[in-house]
């Protein structure tokens, strides 16, 4: 048919068309192509149950094959029904129809609203089309068209396939297609109009019946009725009375600790725009017989508010500009900056550090004079204190990327301990104004193991989150680079003055957070370990005439603290973290002892050693009695000794570790030294029991240490009785094994007097170091799982307001892909992208159901029940492509719906003349200018189905189904016609 | 190293001292059995290439002391393991009672939560068992983990204790490929996937 004429070159060029050969060759790769997909022969199944097309899934294979040297691609497109496909193998009918036969005239799948337009138009549930494989190529000529017709007729033929194969010919925005279907002695050729304009005598059903008929060319008389389906569509763009509320935050405003209305630590959310543009309402007549209603060029009874159907969709905004996507992304693209902090904020950032550092020790050791004075409080004056002046220092006055207040702002926030009164770092991890944080222990709290990244209530998490708004408002990557730089310095402030950092869960470094988060823990470890140390010292110096001859401190260590020393060391205690080389566990007073115990002594020799084990009679670190164990010689009862912390590890250290430790192989040789690399801490705790343990033996050890290792026995003696004997395993008798080794080599000194294990100088010397050397992307990489963390838990908290089912379940699955992803070193971007635009389709689906709820109204209805109808109306709109409206145009929906259009339609009227000048030409205007004119635009498609059974060619031919579909919008007008003939009898 | 090697797994070993976790690593990697094998310091190391079911994997095995002390020690050599194997002695009940308090460690320390446990129930050639290997069954099957009973000296069930947990690891889906190949999440946006064929849903008609 193809019955538009424009001159539009060819594109489909072949040499030779009538080739036998190449026809030939053709045909049989299309028959080929069948074969393989098995599609040959009859095909059957039962008519299809309502709305199938929509709720099963819909699927397709493709293949390729070439006409000489013109490719085309060849697909089967076909309903992949879960629910019948065990039982689909019923009984084969050997004359049925073929299927596509039977669903030309199933009216339970009229009107899909998400389809292939093959299936709108003609019905099928299986079809397979052949259409051009590039892109630009298109058949155009006629002859060529009917070639390819043909063809396909042949390979139907040949083969005996009754699944309806169709040719795509002019070009592809076109949709023209033709096809055919053939089954045992039948035959259903499937022709299509496709016009610019309609001709005014289809615009209404009367005409297209008139079509219809003639068409079909029916010899009988009277006719059977023509079953008749419409659908009329109307478009809503103009939302009167409602504006989009939402407004991006103004960014120069910052009030109260807050910009443009936003708290730090919080994160914005929402659409600046309306992401709903057009609502399209389709009434639809499911159900007519030509007859019932009257539809021609003079009267129409298809009134849309009368339609038995309504239905709705709506039209969404492509990407609407939304407030937490545009944070995430923003932050995201950080991680791709080049620039070092230095080469952002000037050469220098850190480099005046030792200066700046001796004129606080130099302020510091003033302070130590009025001696029990600590430093107990931080202002934030002083916190503000040196990045600033540093870049004014090189950049000229004004250039700072951060002004003050909003500097002040942020580390008045991240460092609440600075304001408090009592802040000596100990309640530092009181939450001021944390918001709206999950309660510890919850689900969302515990959210940070997914992500790798931080406790919501953590500093890490704050940071990140301050990072992420300073990104976004206030001087992008150098308002990072500068908020960081002003963070590391205060992060070394508190190192140097014993503060703990605060917002820290206290203990090793949670290898379940980020890494810069087990940093900042690392930090605080330090800090401790330092702190206790100088408040050790301080404490013993100032506590010595009360004689209080010992203190336990909160980890339950002890404090030994009688002794004579010399004032003079009290100011030195300050510089213990510049020199770490002959640090001591806990060091305190005993510096003669500490003396006599220290490094040089080992060399001395065991003459010195045995000189020692006398003068160690009393027995020293004691931490509790074992049980009632007494020592296997003395029977003085069994001590635990106070022993060493491990030390605390991050998980980069660890890795280094545990690299250093496999790198020294599986041989012999190498165990070896893995053994004595980690006998460090087994040779600190042989000392610490000795001391505690006088005349201890190494069996003694064991029966505390590793207890399987002494084994008993019950034994008769030569008198007679039971007695238990005990010995070492064979394990630990092996002669000169590391144990025993370790235990000759083991001096009795208690822990506080050993040298470290743990050397915190230099551990917080290199967590300052990494910090420093961190680029602003570097930063944004370690952060990154903390700011998609808290996005997730602001679209969660934005999602509990308006409960929706869908963007619940989206939700768990961003959690669970995160997990997947984020916990693996080094992810992707690729990935990271996939989860950014997770987060932003959920907030754009939360923003459609705010637009669509306000739309609605839903906040005014106020009668209970139709509020919840209301609100899955809308909801539906989420999840659904098409939401049907119950009670049509009469119910609660249907009437807001009416409202909506007879609102902008009243606008419309009142619009310049010019629109309704062209306009009022229509036929359809005209029409309906009786009826609902005012309350409804003219439908912007009306859609027709006309379907029947009929003899066809001859009267005596067996009654087939024919149908066909009809399409008009303002500028394309369709007929699809679907036109079956008995092909034995005529 | 190997060109056809598949991947590279990090295994645990653990559970209390002495049950011969040490034993059952070294049978299975030099297949030899030494009494005179010293108490383990900290942790231990060794490697062994295996193929399971054609794939072969390397199996870089970590093994700890088990005492309580290095005890604090050993959670950080559990990141990043993707199969774990908890050893008792079938001769000493007190091991068997200690399996919970390792479970709980390891389920703190643990960095992945797909983790594969197998329980190991050790010196099944000893006369004077304690622990009835029902017992051990119940608790594996409690806990979702793989079980065998195995002898270090007589040879018994070790080789199969690894393959079997190689197996299973590499069965795991994300566990052991370096970088998941997880498919991404379905988004309901059921439009998007319809825009690229030939008719999206709106295209028919408006
Ligand atoms: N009879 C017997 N003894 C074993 C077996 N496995 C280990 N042992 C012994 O048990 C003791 C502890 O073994 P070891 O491997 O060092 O234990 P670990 O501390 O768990 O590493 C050693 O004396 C071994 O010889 C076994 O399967 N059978
Ligand atoms: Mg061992």
Known sequence: MAADSEPESEVFEITDFTTASEWERFISRVEEVLNDWKLIGISSGKPLGKGVYTTETWEEKSDEISFADFRFSVTHHYLVQESSEKDSKEEIVEDALPVAMQDLLCMNNDFPPRAHCLVRWYGLREFVVIAPAANNDAVLSESKCNLLLSSVSIALGNTGCQVPLFVQIHHQWRKMYVGECQGPGVRTDFEMVHLRKVPSQYTHVSGLLDIFKSKIGCPLTPLPPINISIRLTYVLQDWQQYFWPQQPPDIDALVGGEVGGLEFGKLPFGACEDPISELHLATTWPHLTEGIIVDNDVYSDLDPLQAPQWSVRVRKADNPQCLLSDFVTEFFKLCRRKESTDEILGKSAFEEEGKEVADISHALSKLTEPAPVPIHKLSVTNMVHTAKKKIRKHRGVDESPLNNEVLNTILLYLFPDAADKSADGSEARTSTSTGSLPPPDSEDYNIYIQFKSAPSDSLTYKLALCLCMINFYHGGVKGVAHLWQEFVLEMRYRWENNFFVPGLASGAPDLRCCLLHQKLQMLNCCIERKKARDEGKKANSFDRSSGDPGKTDLLGREFHKDSDKEKGEVGKSWDSWSDSEEEFFECLSDTEELKANGQENVKKGVAKESSKETLALKPEGRLHQHGNLTLLHSGEPLYVPVTQEPAPMTEDLLEEQSEVLAKLGTSAEGAHLRARMQSACLLSDMESFKAANPGCCLEDFVRWYSPRDYIEEEMVDEKGNVVIKGELSARMKIPSNMWVEAWETAKPIPARRQRRLFDDTREAEKVLHYFAGQKPADLARHLLPCVLHAAVLKVKEEESLEDITSVKRIIKQIITHSSKVLRFPNPEDKKLEEIIAQIMSVEATIARARSLKAKFGIEKCDEEEERKDLENFVNSFLEQPEVPVIGAGRGPAGTIIHKLFMNAQRVATMLPFDEELKRSGSSDEKRLSSGSVADFPSPAGREVILRMTIPRPAPYSKPLPQRMYSVFTKDDFRLAGAFSSDTTFF | ?206
């Open chain 2, 1 to 206: 190293m190997d060109e056809d090697i598949l991947t590279t797994l990090k295994i645990l070993i653990i559970g209390e001292s002495g049950v011969g976790k040490s034993s059952l690593l070294l049978r299975f990697t030099d297949d030899t059995f030494d009494p005179e094998l010293a108490a383990t310091i900290g942790v231990d190391f060794k490697v062994k290439t295996i193929s399971v079911d054609g794939n072969k994997a390397k199996l870089a095995i970590w093994d700890t002391a088990g005492q309580e002390r290095f005890r604090t020690l050993t959670p950080s050599y559990y990141r990043g393991a993707q199969g774990v194997i908890l050893v008792y002695d079938v001769t000493r009940r007190d091991t068997f009672a200690k399996l919970d308090n390792w479970l709980t460690e390891l389920e703190t320390y643990c960095t992945r939560n797909d983790i594969v446990k197998m329980l190991v129930g050790n010196k099944i050639d000893k006369e004077n068992r304690e622990v009835d290997r029902n017992e051990g069954l119940k608790f594996a099957r409690k806990h979702s983990m793989l079980f065998i009973e195995a002898s270090a000296k007589t040879c018994d069930g070790v080789q199969c204790a690894f393959e079997e947990l190689v197996e299973k690891i590499i069965q795991t889906p994300g566990l052991w490929e370096s970088e998941s190949q997880n498919r991404g999440v379905k988004l309901s946006n059921h439009e998007e996937g319809y825009r690229g064929g030939a008719c999206g849903g709106y295209c028919s008609m408006l």
